[in-house]
């Protein structure tokens, strides 16, 4: 079975309605293992308007969320001590680190802001 770790970015376009999210998230359902990174459920809730509240909490129920575990933390040190980027986010690579440890893809729709070279990554536009 396939396994995509979405982006923020992705899951926030598809609460917002945005076609490309929708069907793109859509299409993973009948053969994917949909994970997101706990990074990307408090992004996700700092950005939530409260009248958004109820459909944000049911799609996060329909995901597996990925704790953040010490191997984690540790490859997501190691991006940011290691890529060249000076403008790389530490939650961008504490959810690169997860995609790498899951053996995930990573879903998004800013692959500039993953410039590892040791995850697959997906582009959804």
Same mark, same amino acid.
């Given at each position: 079975m396939k396994q995509?770790?979405?982006d923020t970015d992705i899951l926030i376009n598809f609460l917002r309605g945005? /076609? @490309? @999210?929708? !069907? $793109?998230?859509?299409?993973?359902? @009948?053969?994917?293992?949909? $994970?997101?990174s706990a990074v990307t459920v408090a992004e996700i809730h700092a950005?939530?308007?409260?009248?958004?509240? /109820?459909?944000?909490? !049911?799609?996060l129920d329909s995901i597996d969320i990925v704790d953040v575990t010490r191997e984690i933390a540790e490859k997501a040190g190691? $991006?940011?001590?290691?890529?060249k980027k000076?403008?790389?986010?530490? !939650?961008?690579?504490?959810? &690169? @680190?997860? &995609?790498?440890?899951?053996g995930a893809i990573l879903a998004t729709e800013n692959v500039r802001h993953y410039p590892m070279e040791d995850i697959k990554k997906e582009t959804v536009k």
């Open positions: 995509i770790l979405i945005r /076609e @490309a @999210a929708q !069907d $793109y998230l859509l299409s993973l359902l @009948a053969e994917t293992t949909i $994970y997101c950005g939530m308007k409260e009248h958004e509240r /109820e459909k944000t909490i !049911d799609l190691t $991006y940011k001590r290691t890529e000076q403008s790389l986010e530490l !939650d961008d690579c504490i959810i &690169a @680190a997860t &995609a790498f440890i899951k």
